[in-house]
């Protein structure tokens, strides 16, 4: 993999890097985050979270409510823009409690295009 894109963000206290293959409008990319300040994550070895893009967070977000309520889990994060950015994102624990978060596409295509 080699380094596509890196987006400083000191004022949210983060920084992304986009790692892949082939540019992420072609292939599938991983999205690292550093955030600032942050020595040590808890769950697994420095994993964060999995992000899939989805047409509609808020309606992915009432399916998640839905098999939260048989198999556990539960939403961490409602469904809606994130600050500095837009994009609209719900996240979640499974029930296992690795972390997953939405992302809406078009919102997604934005953000790439503007970076």
Do not use: C
């Not at 400083?8 to 409008?25: I, N, V």
């Not at 469904?79 to 994102?89: D, N």
């Amino acid at each position: 993999m080699r380094l596509l894109k890196k987006v400083d963000r000191p004022e949210y206290k983060y920084t992304l890097a986009m790692m892949g293959y082939a540019d992420e409008l072609e292939t599938t990319v991983l999205e690292l985050t550093y955030n600032y300040g942050v020595t040590e994550y808890t769950k697994g070895n420095a994993y964060a979270q999995v992000a899939i893009s989805t047409d509609d967070v808020y309606k992915s977000a009432e399916v998640v409510n839905l098999v939260n309520q048989e198999l556990g889990g539960k939403i961490t994060r409602q469904p809606g823009p994130l600050s500095g950015i837009g994009t609209k994102i719900v996240s979640f624990l499974d029930p296992d409690g690795w972390k997953t978060v939405l992302v809406d596409n078009a919102d997604f295509q934005m953000e790439l295009e503007h970076q």
